[in-house]
Structure formats: C-alpha cells, structure tokens
C-alpha cells in the first residue's frame, strides 16, 4: 500500500519537473520547443545570399563548351575565333591546365577525374575548353566559337555489358593499373569489388533453408536536382597571394584543403565561403571542374570569374544518385524466420569514380543491408563500373547508398511474405531486433545503438488501422478495384563517423564546434558543418540555449566561412546533430564547467554545493542562492577567479564513438485507377524516431521534406540514357520536381528512443524520411500488384509504368469489375547465387541509340534516265534537300555541306562533310554518308543514303530510298523522339523538290510550275519540328 | 540568350510592318515558349516584336452563341472569366488546367495556337469546338489550321487576332497530364455542337487530331459505352519515356469516354 502511494508521487514530480523542463525550453528556445526557424525571415523576404547574388568589381564570367559525344576522342580544338571576339578574355583547354597539373583533379573515392577533356571525352556534355568573357551572354556565344574536332568511339551505356570481353575501353588513363584504390581491378572497366560478411557460411544457410527466395531491383539513376544549381565566384589576389572562392558546397573545409593540395597555395591562404545555399542533397558534397577552372581563369587573369550551371548542366553532369542494379536474396524457415540474407550489386559509377564516400567505404554504407532484422548471417557484395555517363554516385538525401540498401532488404521482406503467404507486418514483427538486443551487433559489422522497432510498427498499425486496411483491400479487390499498403520499417546510420573507420581523403570525419559568449551574455557559435536547409542556424541555437540557459533569441550561429569557422567535414549523411550537434553540446558543456567555476567565485561557495539550474547555478538545497549566465558572463570579463583566463569560450572537435540508428515505421496506401495507371497516394504515415527531438517542428519539416523526394523518386524520377550515350530527360521538362499540387499530405508521428552514446541523445533525421519513403511508396505499388501474381516491378512507378504492368495483365480494360484469378504463390527453389554477372537487371539503362533507318519507294512520273540524270549530280540532289547547299568541294568525292533547320522558334545550322561512295550506273544507285555538327557545337548528326532508280517503264520510275541518321547531343536528348516523324517529313519534302527537278526539264504547264517551284526553292523548313522537345526543355525553371 | 532588338508596337499593322522588316524577327506575346527557346540559346530572332501593348488584342466577348477571345488574352483571364464560365464551362476549366499559375497569368492563347505544341491544351479546344481563328488577313477554320508538329495555316507575319468559339450544346475536356512538364501526354475536347459531335485529341500526335469514328458513334448515342470499342491508330502518335504509342492510343480512348461522362 504504502509503496503504491510513494509511486504515484514520484510520477507526479517527474510530471512537474517534465513540464517545468518544458516551460524553461520554451522560455529559452531550448531544446524541444517548436521554435520558429531564424533563418526563414530572410528567405521568405527574398534576403537570402546566394552565391549567384555575389557582385564583384571586374568580375568575369565563365561558360563551358561540353562535348556532345559519350565517348570520343580529341583530334584538335581550335579557339582563335572565340579568342577574337571582343569581350573574351581567354579559353581554357586541358592543354593551358596541364603545366599546373590542374587536367586532372583526384575525387573523393581515390579515382581521379578529368577537369577538361584531356585528349578524349567520358560522357556526354562532358566539360572540354571553358570561355572566360565580359558577361555570361558573350560567354555563351563564345563557347559556340570553339571549334572542336571529335572522333567518335564505341560508348559503354549498359553496366551489364561493361566488363564484357572486349568491352571499349573509358579510362585510357588507367591501362596497366591492376590495382584501384580499393583492390585489385579485374577488367579494363571495373573499379572496385566491395564485399563484406561470410560468403560460405551464407551459402550454406541458403542450401539448407527450407525456403529461399530471390529478386532482381533496379535503383535508377536519380539527381538531387536542388532547386539552386552549382557555381562558384573565385577571386584570386595577386598581390597577397590569396584566393577566395565563394561556392555552393556542403563542405567548405574540405574544399579548401582540396584546393590548397590542388593549387599549392599555403591553405591559410586560401579563403571559401559557403554562403546560403539553396539545397544540396548530395549534389554539392564534391569538386566540380568549374570550381577548379573558374579559380584557375581568376588566378591567370587577376579578376574574380563566375561560374554558374544551368539546370541541363546541373542535371545532365554533375553527381547523380544511385543507379544500382541488385540481386537481392533471402533465405528463410518456412514461418517465416530469416536466416540469412544474399545481396548482390552491379554500381554504374559513370566515367569516374567520383562517389562522395568515406574513404574506405567504396559502397558507402551499403552493409546496413539487413535493415532492422535479427539476421544472423548475411553476404553482400558490389562490383562498381565505369561507364559514358555523367560521374557521381552521391548520397541523394541520405547516408552514403543507405538507401539503396534500405530499399533491398524492404523489398525482399515483402518478396518473401508474398511468397509465403505471409502479412508483411506479421513477418516484420517476427524478424525485427529486439529491444533488448541493444546495443545490437549486425552480421555485416554494424553496431546498432538503440531502437524500439516492434513499439513502432505496432504504433502506426493501431494509427492507421492496418487490419481494417486489409480488409477494406480483400473487398475492393473483388469489385475489381486496385488498392495497395505499403509498409517499411527501416533503420538508417548516420553521422559518420568515428575516425577509427571514416575519413575523408584522410582527414577524420569529425566535427567542430566554437562558442563565445559576450560579457553582456549573447552568444555566437560558429560549426564545421553547413546547413543547406536544416535549419541549423535553429536548432544548434536551441542546443545552445539550454546547455547555457541563455535565450536562443541572443545566439548567432555561423557556418561556411573557413576563415572563421572552425575545421568540420561538412553537412551530409544527416550526421550535422549527430556529430557537430554533440560537439556543441560539449563545447557548451566545457563553458559550462568554467561558469560553474566562476559562480563559485561569485556566490562565495564551493562549486561542489552548486547545482545547474537550468539558467544558471544554485546553491543546493538553497534555491534562491542563484546566479544566472548573464551575471556570470559579465564577470568572466571582469572578475574571474584567481589564476583563471578571463573571457568565456570553448571549442571542440568531436570524434563520435559510434554511428546513430535512427529508424521508422511507414505506412503508406494507394489507389490505384487500372485504366489509367495513375496511383493516388491516399494516406501516408510516417512514424520517426530520431532520439531526443532537438525540435518537432523542424524535424517535421525535414521529414516532409524527405518525404516529398521520396515521393519523386519512387513514383517519377530517373535519367534513362540512350544506346548512344545520350541522356535523356535532363531537363523539368522530362525530370519529375513534384509541386505541392502532387504531393500528397503527409501525417507524421514518433516514439523517443535516446541515443546512448550522444551527449544530448539525439540522431540524425535529416534523410530518414527520403530512406525510408522510397521503400514504403514501392512496396505500396508491388503489394497491390501482388494480388495479381507480380512479385516486383521496378521504380518509378510513374502512370505509364504502372498502366504497362496493369495492360500485361489485361487490367487496364472495362467492364469494371474484371475476374481476376486469386493469386496463388509459387514455390520455385531460388535459382543459383547470382556472381555479379549473372545479376541481371529487369529495366536495362539502355535501348537502342538516337537512330533509324527509313526505307521508302517514291513513284516518280519521269523516265527513269531523266531522274537518274539529276541523282548523279551532288548539287542538284542537294538542292532539293530543304535548308541544304554545297559549300565547296573538297576532293573527287567529298564535298562540305551546309544544312539550316528553323523548327518553330528553333533555329540550328549543322556543317559537315559529305562523300560520295559509290555512283553505280548499270543500277542507277547513288551511296553517300554525310557527318557534321550543328555550329554551336552541342549537336552532331550522321546519316548514310543509299537512293537507287528503279524503271517502272512508260515512262515512269521509282525512287528507291534507304537512310540511316543517327543524332548524338542536344539534339538527341531531347528531340530525338521525334527523329523518324521529322526525318519522314524531310524526306517526303525532299522527293517532292526531286519530282520538280526532274519535271522541270520536261515541257508544258507542269514542267513550267516545277521549272517556277526548282526557282524558289524548297519550301523552308520552318515548320519541321525536329526538336519540340528542345523547345519544351526550355523550360528549365532555373 | 542571343543579343536582339526589341520594339512594342501599338497596333496590329505596326507589328506586322516590324515583322515585315527583318527576315528573323519574331512575335513575342507571353513568351512562356519563347523565352524558354532563347534561353537555351535555340532560337535566335534578330528582333523580338512585342504584342504586349496591342489593346485591341486582349479581351473577351460573349454574344450568347460565341465566344470571342483575343488572342493575347492570358490563360488565367479565361479560366477565371464568369462569362466564359457560364457559356463553355469545357473551355474555362482547360484554360485553367494550363501549366500553373505564373504561366497562366502570362502565356496567351495566341501564342499558344500560333505554337501548335503537340501537347498544348487550347488547339484540342480549337478543334473540338469547332472554333474560327481570325487573323489580320482572313479567318481560318479549325479544322484547316492545325498542319502538323508545330505547323499551321499561318503565314510568315500573320498574325492570329482572336479566336471564335461557338457556344456548344455541351462539352468537356480531359487532360492526363505529363508527370514532368504538366502540359498534355494525352487530352480528349469532346463538344455537341450545332454542327454534330466533334472529339479532338491532343497531346498523343504531332497536332491536335479529330477522331471521325468516335463522333460518327457518339453522334447516335452520345454514351461513353458507344465509344468503348473505338480505338485510334497508335501507329501515328507521339513514342517518348514518358508514353509509349500504345499507351496513349489506350489513354485516348479512356479519357474520351471521360470527357462524355463529364460533358455539360
Ligand atoms: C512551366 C510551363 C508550363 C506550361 N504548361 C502548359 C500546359 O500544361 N499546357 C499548355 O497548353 N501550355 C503550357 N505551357 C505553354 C504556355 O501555355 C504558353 O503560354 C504557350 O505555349 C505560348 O503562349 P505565349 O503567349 O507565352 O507565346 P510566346 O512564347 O510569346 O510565343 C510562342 C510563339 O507564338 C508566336 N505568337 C505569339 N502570339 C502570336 C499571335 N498573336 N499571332 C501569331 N503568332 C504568335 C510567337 O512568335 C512564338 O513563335 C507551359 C509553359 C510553361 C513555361
């Protein structure tokens, strides 16, 4: 009895001393309160500074000419006409970077890339000569005055046929080298095999488990596209010898060594500045060639250059996200229990291996694979490639390929379930990590620091009702109506990391921290990280205040200068809380200390007998025998104790001792319209928990966000290339940036479970949500194509892509409700262990190039000799083509032609080099091939034609016409679609001028109108929407 | 962007007479296609002739069996005219289904027919309404306007003035967007009108298209069921990673049965 009273009271005053903890927060904008974000009053009054807004005196603008090819080599550039026009301060080639060793810059995952084509390009739009000029027009124009000369080679598109014998080979560069950073290199295009765990005892687990399934997934290749592009304002001072490069970067200390390494400029010499950044998610972790060559212009000329992307370059080069191909298996009882795990990846890095990982971790992170499942054993492994496609491979909101790993093993537990039989919540209750498992060790090396799994999914199933969303699917499904829950229950690592096992380029991946408080007791804090969006200049305030009971309101936080800003890794991988946000805890802490000393001092007492008051120091057990920080602040600067410095300051550099596991549980529930193929997302739940909640409503905000590009990415986003290499959809014409008109509302809910090992107990949250939507919007889609037999279709599940799915299985028709057979699952063995070859993806990157062939008869009403006569001559035959002349003759048979296009507002102008091959009398048979490149430089055709005069007697004839044309470039990427519809066009007008020509020799009415029509010409090509793509990419909203 | 001269006439023979004057002027109106082409550096007109201060150009009348609206008229002034509202419900709520609102409260329904987008969503309402597009020198017929990929009737330095809509008995469009661009991957304008039921098609070909089988069906039973059956050729229409032929065919089937449900 007495015990039972003593409990109730003792809740009672953790109730009181919670909401006096609550009302102290929120007095201060402390920690947990919904503080308002500082730096919002500037971004919505339009006060931001962004790099773009910097203005310097004398500044110069740089512009790139980018190579239209995949893959080519060299074989001259020529830049006296851009040279000659006035405003043009200079052209840069690898050739003028060369003497400075500058061609050539090494990335973050120990490969080295190109910084202009040295001798061949990689991947279309690759950077090749950079214009420097008065203003950003005159630039452009120049970059279309630099004459460049390619060879075309084989590209290498689909990773699959990368390491085939015989493969062309991308990095000339590496010929010889049999070992890569990170091992031995088994082909002329393999970069690295990454693998981890116990590859025989998992076989054996696989050949004894009663039951084992296997599939293959693809992950796209995906960009961040930020909302603001890459670009830099660099400014070299001759005199000082210094250089400041103001620059859109995640991680402004690094950049700096990179740049003091590069340039051998003494790095306190070297000044970066960070400023506002308009969105990261990865995109802006590493060095790009504009950077370098923008510093490199500003040191030759002695004036500040700007260089700044346009949403096609900043989509089209640098770093993408993903592009994972995976063979994922699992092995298990027959109820259900995972007893082992097999993954298997095929990485298409691009031309270079320029992935912003930590050092030793060629895969990132990837071995987080067993996701928030007790698996006991486990194998995975990736083989990363080169390829002609845009370098890169970075985290798009997330921890270094924790989200392709996220994806894997979330899938694989649904493909299992399905395959059993199973509920999917019912085999994630069965398979989590227990509670009391923590801290947790993973078969693939991890060590898990805290988690509360089954609580989660159990929270939101209540929430959300899952066996009512069950049923209400059982019922819909009989009328024929599609509906599909999705459920993840992931667990992410972020913070990277511990120096023992994380660096970057060498330097530890901790995290810094520099406070200094004014005698008058505001604050300024300065970290090594940079928020581009977080909200840091918030929350790391709100830390502040409530480790110094100081109001938030009082504190500055600065980030991004290195000048001022102390050493730090930067911010990505949601590791800004989990490292500098420690760091700053303690950094508090140590002034704290200090404080404590000097309210000893003040109050006359021991600083044994005071206790922290929340704002200040008490004697204990005498509460109002206090001081407060202000009052300590003061006297830091007039009167501190005996022997000790004045002032109050502290920094420190954090090397945390673990990773943080935040995890969720999401639940999520679409419609989907079977004739259409749209999917309506029409509930989504999302349960975080990221430790100590620093504050709700930011991380509210970050897990919308996160949720809103998980929602792009599992329902729309991709960058598909070519056979050729050209990329396609680079542009918000093609590349899905959804709106708040199709982002679905989001309901956000979450459980505490506290860091053991962060000083205030905090994870990272930043990413969780874009980790753990993708999975939970993918397995929404597959559970509801489940109930038809389909085990697992490939993002983004776009309209389209479902429709075909739904159209395969005779869905997509009326009458309403279609008799659909229940499914019944199958029971195949999985076949062997996929060894990287064998894996296999469904959606190949590729499909043929940007080509076709035409073939058409032409019945003409002249002799067959009379047309001959005309298809022998290369001018006439010319002539008749719309836009086209011969410039000059060149050889017996080669000949310079010009051809103009004018398609809607369009205008482009290709000049190239025209041979005769072979003029065939007996058969009457011209063969010609043509190749050029528009005139500014961004576009390249070739085209082969065989045309043949077939007699048909009296009097009559056919033209027999075969053509093949091949588009590489701007064009290509964008207009290319639309290549046969326009080539039909062109060459029906083309016949139509031929007829004339032919008449016009005849006599009579006809041949006197053909004789007036040859006279004008054909008919000009304004109409011919070759590019109507090109005209819609323009939209590119920057 | 090139560098170009620029001139805002007042009238309609002014602009024509500045876009006489030069062989690679062009009319600018809202620009939300233009400026996008000379953005990206693809189109290079010597001399940009601005439509913007034509008065006579803006504007909406209604005379109870038409409906006339200048052609530099922006999106948004339709969708949210009452009067357009109330005589072609179709025709307001097309209007307003045009890209957002920034675009909507700049880009003009001139530009956008005299642009003929393959995907644009007014030429599915100039077709299926049977519309009458009057220039500065003559009026042209829909069904004679539409030629090809970005292709009309017009003439270098014709200038479109308004476009006639007769009022029709009833009538609704239906767009299915592209998840990327938002404009049209497939859009159905179906109307009876005085002169039978038109059905035009947007989006899935090189121009705005009518389907004669589908009106032939509607015009004896204007029924989604009586057009269930009546597939278009996928043959003819647009293939790109956002669609294939195919799917379009089949969208422009599901959305016209829509557009019957939905007609009032
Ligand atoms: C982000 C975005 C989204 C869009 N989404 C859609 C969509 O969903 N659906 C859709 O239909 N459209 C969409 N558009 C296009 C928009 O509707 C444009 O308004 C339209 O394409 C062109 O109109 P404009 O007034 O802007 O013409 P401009 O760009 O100024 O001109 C276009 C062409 O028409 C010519 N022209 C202009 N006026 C006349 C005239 N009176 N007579 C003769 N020629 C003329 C010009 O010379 C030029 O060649 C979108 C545009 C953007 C930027």
Redesign the interface.
Known sequence: MASDIEEVESTESTESAESEARELADRLGGVGCRRKRTEDARFIQGKGNYVDDIQMPGMVYGDFVRSPHAHARIKSINKDKALATPGVHAVLTAEDLEPLGLHWMPTLAGDKQMVLADGKVCFQNQEVAMVIADDRYLAADATELVEVEYEELDPVVDPHQSMAEGAPVIRDDLAGVDEGAHGKRIHHNHIFTWDVGDADATDKVFSEAAVTVKQDMLYPRVHPCPLETCGCVASFDKVKGELTVHLTSQAPHVVRTVFSTLSGIPESKVHINAPDIGGGFGNKVGVYPGYVVATVASIVLGRPVKWIEDRIENLSTTAFARDYHMTGELAATEDGKILGLRANVLADHGAFDSCADPSKWPAGFFNICTGSYDIKTAYARVDGVYTNKAPGGVAYRCSFRVTEACYIIERMIDVLAEHLGMDKAEIRLKNFIQPEQFPYQSALGWEYDSGDYPRALKQVMEACDYDGLRREQKEKRERGEIMGIGLCTFTEIVGAGPSRNCDILGVGMFDSAEIRVHPTGSVIARMGTKTQGQGHETTYGQIIATELGLPSENIIIEEGNTDTAPYGLGTYGSRSTPVAGAATAQAARKIRDKARKIAAHLMEVSEDDLEWSGEGFRVKGVPDQSTDMPTIAWAAYNNVPEGMEPGLEAVDYYDPPNMTFPFGAYLCVVDIDRYTGETTIRRFYALDDCGTRINPMVIEGQVHGGLCEAFAVAMGQELPFDGAGNIQGASLMDYFLPTMVETPRWETDHTITPSPHHPIGAKGVGESSHVGGIPCFSNAINDAMNQFGVSHVNMPHNAFRVWRTLHELELDQRPEAANVEPYQPTREAAPESGSPASVQSPDKASGKGTEITIERNYPLDVPADDAWEILQDIEKVTACMPGASIVEQTGDTTYVGEMKLKVGPVTSAFKGDIEVLGVDPENKELRMTGSGGDSKGSSSASMSLTARIEDKGAGRCELVGSTRIELKGKLASFGGRMLENVSDRMLQQFVDSFRDRVAAGGEGEQAEEARRRVEEGPKSMNALAMVWQVIKSLFGRK | ???FGYHRPTTIDEAVTLLGQSE?A?AIAGGQ??L??????????GELVDLGAIKELSGIAVDGRTVVIGALTKHNEVALSSEVRKAVPALADLAGAIG?HQVRNVGTIGGSVA?S???ADYPAAVLGLGATVETNQRRIAADDFF??????ALE?GELIKAIHFPVPKRAAYVK?AQ???R?A?AGVMVAETGDGVRLAVTGAG?CAFRVPAMEQALAGDFSADAI?GVQVDADEL???????P??RA??VN?LARRAVEAAR
């Not at chain 2, 996008?36 to 007109?45: D, I, N, T, V, Y």
């Not at chain 2, 647009?238 to 294939?244: A, E, L, R, V």
């Open positions: 962007m090139y560098a690679d062009s296609t233009l996008q082409s000379l953005k990206q550096r693809l189109a290079q007109p957002d642009n987008d393959p995907a030629i090809d990929l970005f292709e009309t270098p299915f998840p990327a661009s404009y991957l090189a269930k647009n293939d790109d990673i956002h669609g294939t195919a799917y089949h969208l599901v």
